[in-house]
């Protein structure tokens, strides 16, 4: 049984596989890019793709609102992926906020620049505080 960050590492592979597929207007099964990805027929997984893709323009406006002076498609398909699965974990699952925040921060440090994981840092934070 993998644990929950190892999934959310799974997660944001999936959703930036779909983006890159999404701007080359390339069809493909959701399905099957979650096999691709992922071995085990997680629940958690799916519950997360599936969601950030039902309330990606909800999850998308409230990124917009608390980005400083930037918005969400200025960032890169990665950053995109960890901050869509944060919020959407923050406001539609109950993970608790601080882990929700903690694991898209933890997966930001590793996969983003710093300005970049400041920038979704403080955007989950604003979005927890006016929750």
């Known amino acids: 049984?993998?644990?929950?960050?190892?999934?959310?590492?799974?997660?944001?592979?999936?959703?930036?596989?779909?983006?890159?597929?999404?701007k080359n207007k390339m069809k493909y099964?959701?399905?099957?890019v979650i096999k691709e990805v992922s071995e085990i027929d997680s629940e958690f997984i799916k519950e997360v793709v599936y969601?950030?893709?039902?309330?990606?323009?909800?999850?998308?406006?409230?990124?917009?609102k608390y980005l400083n002076n930037w918005?969400?498609?200025?960032?890169?398909?990665?950053?995109?992926?960890?901050?869509r699965m944060g919020i959407y974990e923050l406001m539609y699952?109950?993970?608790?906020?601080?882990?929700?925040?903690?694991?898209?921060?933890?997966?930001?440090?590793?996969?983003?620049d710093d300005d970049v994981r400041k920038m979704i840092n403080a955007c989950l934070d604003k979005i927890y505080h006016n929750k």
Not at 56 to 64: G, H, S, T, V
Request: charged residues 30%; proline residues 1%.
């Open 1 to 22: 049984m993998e644990n929950r960050s190892e999934s959310r590492k799974k997660i944001m592979t999936i959703l930036y596989q779909m983006s890159v597929y999404d």
């Open 29 to 32: 099964e959701i399905e099957d």
């Open 51 to 64: 969601g950030v893709i039902t309330y990606k323009n909800d999850i998308d406006k409230l990124a917009n």
């Open 71 to 83: 918005t969400i498609d200025r960032l890169g398909n990665t950053d995109i992926a960890i901050l």
């Open 93 to 112: 699952t109950d993970t608790p906020d601080i882990v929700c925040i903690n694991e898209a921060v933890e997966l930001a440090k590793e996969y983003s």
